[in-house]
Nanobody
Framework: QVQLVESGGGLVQTGASLRLSCAAS????????LAWFRQAPGKEPKFVAG????????YLEGSVHDRFNISRDNARNTVYLQMSSLEPEDTAVYYC????????????????????WGQGTQVTVSS
């Protein structure tokens, strides 16, 4: 049984940095693409960042591409989202997701591309 557990969220001020972690269990992540999504209050979940299985390719949503970075540590079975220059608009519950297939998704932003999801971690940025 695959489980993803996010951590690292919290309440911060505008301009602060946070690093989110997503620890996987039940399956080694080494062969699978992973992604981060976020869901703001009253809105649908939205793609934030994705990383290929080999870690060579990363994808970032436009509004975060110069502030966030996604990385993975296969030895720790963990994927990270490094966030800097946080803004109130970044306030959301952040979820990590993993594919069940070994190829990269055809559409990184498609929620159906990912079979496994964590429970989320809240990030709140105060102005």
């Amino acid at each position: 049984q695959v489980q993803l557990v996010e951590s690292g969220g919290g309440l911060v001020q505008t301009g602060a940095s946070l690093r989110l972690s997503c620890a996987a269990s039940g399956r080694a992540i080494v062969n699978y693409a992973l992604a981060w999504f976020r869901q703001a209050p009253g809105k649908e979940p939205k793609f934030v960042a994705g990383i290929s299985a080999n870690g060579r390719d990363t994808y970032l949503e436009g509004s975060v591409h110069d502030r966030f970075n996604i990385s993975r540590d296969n030895a720790r079975n963990t994927v990270y989202l490094q966030m800097s220059s946080l803004e109130p608009e970044d306030t959301a519950v952040y979820y990590c997701a993993m594919r069940s297939l070994r190829d990269s998704p055809s559409a990184w932003s498609g929620r159906r591309e990912y079979a496994y999801w964590g429970q989320g971690t809240q990030v709140t940025v105060s102005s």
